[in-house]
């Protein structure tokens, strides 16, 4: 979990002869567990908040807005892709430009705004269909300016949140994993309450009161932040790494006619050591080493780079062949998260076509579903750290713990048997009306893989990206959840157009053959995934062995 916090003291790719600035006085005085409360009461708040929009967000579109059932899923699954994909770009804007403190201030202001432009279109009769009739263009200008604002929020700010608060304990690393203990437990806590206390709240007391609710519990989460400003530390913004990384690639592009990839290489700062053939570029990907070799005019007198963009130092050029290097595993990652975006929705439009009535009195929420998703991953990541790992340390020869890739392996499995149990659960629904019971055991078996290789994925990442990048090692998770919900996106409305499986009244579609469709793509994916396991190649030069792919 330390990959959350904010980026390493690499500074191989910032400017090679800047140092960094010396700490203030007041830098010293600041930080610590004293900004813990608000930061984790911030981030309580904005999870409330997320939590009470996103997950009805489909029973809110098709109710109000009278948006078909698909087309409401197929909007959910691109407000999902934007939440996900906007870390990484927080992550960069604070480490750039504006620093934590600033990104989250305003981009929970930006939730803020969005939650009153929700409200305004319940409250207000101009901004809202009536109930047989089809929304206007500017009251769908209001509706996704407010989804766009919410979701900027949210993505602005869960991420940066947990650097910002591993950054106070700069000096205190051993209470770190505290910190994320603490930090995940509060937004978990809050996803729960929010998909089941907000969203019944929407379901029968009315959207008015439930998005009220989301107002004052980010207004209240703004103004702790703030009033914590004096406690926190701020960190100095730097250069961003991707800078760096495009750098090589416009080098070696512009030195691509260099009839070699050796010579005499620049190693920044430690320019003048003399250098052996182990601290000379690798020979994989070799075009990219002419990105680091010397040729007349790259270095001025005093010895600093004359053209940056045409020379790099090797620790960057090794940087980029990291990054290049576990593509094909991100791109597995991908693939495992498309079926997984695809069933959330359908899921839901499932739960509205079942008998929700747990009593007589007691109707469940349909947006609510998902809280046991939630709640098998919490259970999950809890008896892996103290079951499992344990166990598996025991039982194997030289106490191995269990690696990133058998992890995110692990998840594969847990994937595709989901998908496989949606697939029989529908078949039994459309022949018969069932409980909204029968649809928990896919949202817990979902739930279970993601408790292997989300953790999974995050390690690797942070165990294998260049040092210049272990600060965004989470973001670029959260990043990749997004393109896998807008690839999910695409893969529904291709169905839609060559099957007739997925009409808006579900009960005439075949719900279940868009789960094996996703079964199949899961276990293609989990055998590309074992070839590229095979393959891979660790930074410390090991090779996956043949039980570790297993």
């Known amino acids: 979990m330390t990959s959350l ?19 203030t006085a007041t830098a010293h005085r600041r930080g610590g567990w004293i900004t813990t409360p608000f930061i984790i009461a911030t981030l309580f708040g904005l999870t409330v ?18 948006i078909e059932r698909i087309d409401a899923a197929q909007i959910s699954n691109v407000v999902s892709g934007c939440v996900n994909f906007f870390p990484l770009l927080a992550a960069v804007a604070a480490d750039s430009l504006f620093g934590c403190f600033s990104v989250i201030w305003i981009s929970s202001l930006l939730s803020l705004l969005g939650l009153i432009l929700f409200q ?59 910190f994320f203990n603490w930090y995940f437990f509060s937004m978990y806590s809050a996803s729960f309450l929010s998909s089941t206390a ?38 100095e913004t730097r250069a961003s790494p991707f800078t760096g990384l495009l750098r090589v690639a416009v080098a070696a592009f512009r030195k691509r006619k260099m009839k070699t990839t050796t010579g005499d290489y620049y190693y920044g700062d430690d320019d003048g050591v003399k250098r052996g053939d182990e601290d000379a570029p690798t020979n994989w990907f070799s075009q990219l080493n ?54 959330l929705s359908l899921t839901i439009l499932q739960a509205l076509a079942s008998d929700r009535r747990l009593t007589s009195t007691f109707t ?38 269990l690696t990133p890739l058998q992890l995110i392996g692990i998840g594969h499995v847990f994937n595709f048997a ?26 817990v078996v979902v739930g279970l893989g993601e408790a292997f290789h989300f953790p999974g994925q995050v390690g690797l990442y942070y165990q294998e990206f260049p040092a210049c ?9 959260a990043m990749l959840v997004g393109v896998a919900f807008y690839l999910s996106t695409a893969v529904v409305d291709f169905m839609r157009r060559v099957t007739v499986w997925l009409p808006d009244d579900i009960d005439e579609g075949r719900l279940d053959y868009v789960y094996w469709v996703m079964v199949v793509i899961g276990v293609a994916n989990f055998g590309y995934f074992l070839v590229i396991s095979w393959l891979y190649h660790y930074k410390n030069g090991e090779v996956v062995s043949k039980d570790e792919v297993a």
Not at 53 to 66: C, K, T
Not at 305 to 313: E, F
């Open 5 to 23: 916090h904010g980026g390493g003291n690499n500074t191989s790719l910032s400017s090679d002869r800047e140092a960094p600035p010396p700490p």
């Open 49 to 66: 908040v997320a939590g009470g929009w996103s997950a009805n967000l489909i029973v809110f579109l098709i109710n109000e807005f009278n």
């Open 120 to 178: 305004l279109t319940v409250a207000v009769d101009g901004l809202k269909p009536g109930p047989t009739e089809p929304a206007s263009g500017g009251q769908y200008a209001v509706l996704y300016s407010g989804m766009i604002l919410a979701s900027i929020g949210l993505g602005g700010t869960r991420f940066t949140l947990a650097t910002m608060g591993a950054n106070q304990l700069a000096k205190q690393q051993q209470q770190q994993a505290t």
């Open 198 to 235: 907000i969203v019944y709240v929407e379901d029968n007391v009315g959207w008015r009161w439930g998005f009220g609710i989301g107002m004052a519990a980010n207004a209240l989460a703004l103004a702790l932040f703030l009033i914590g400003a004096p406690y926190y530390s701020r960190e």
């Open 290 to 343: 002419r990105a680091a070799v010397k040729v007349e005019g790259d270095i001025l007198p005093n010895g600093s780079v004359a053209r940056p963009w045409k020379l790099c130092t090797v620790q960057q050029v090794e940087d980029l062949k990291s990054v290049i290097k576990i593509l094909p595993l991100w791109s597995s990652s991908i693939f495992l998260g498309t079926p997984i975006g695809v069933q």
């Open 364 to 401: 469940f929420s349909a947006g609510s579903i998902i809280i046991f998703s939630f709640l098998s991953t919490a259970l999950g990541v809890v008896l892996i750290d103290r079951c499992l790992r344990p166990a598996w340390k025991r039982l194997t020869p030289g106490n191995k713990d």
């Open 418 to 443: 989901s998908m496989a149990l949606s697939a029989v659960v529908e078949a039994r629904r459309r022949r018969h009306l069932i409980s909204v019971m029968w649809l928990v055991p896919q949202m």
């Open 469 to 477: 990048l272990k600060g965004v090692a989470t973001a670029m998770v």
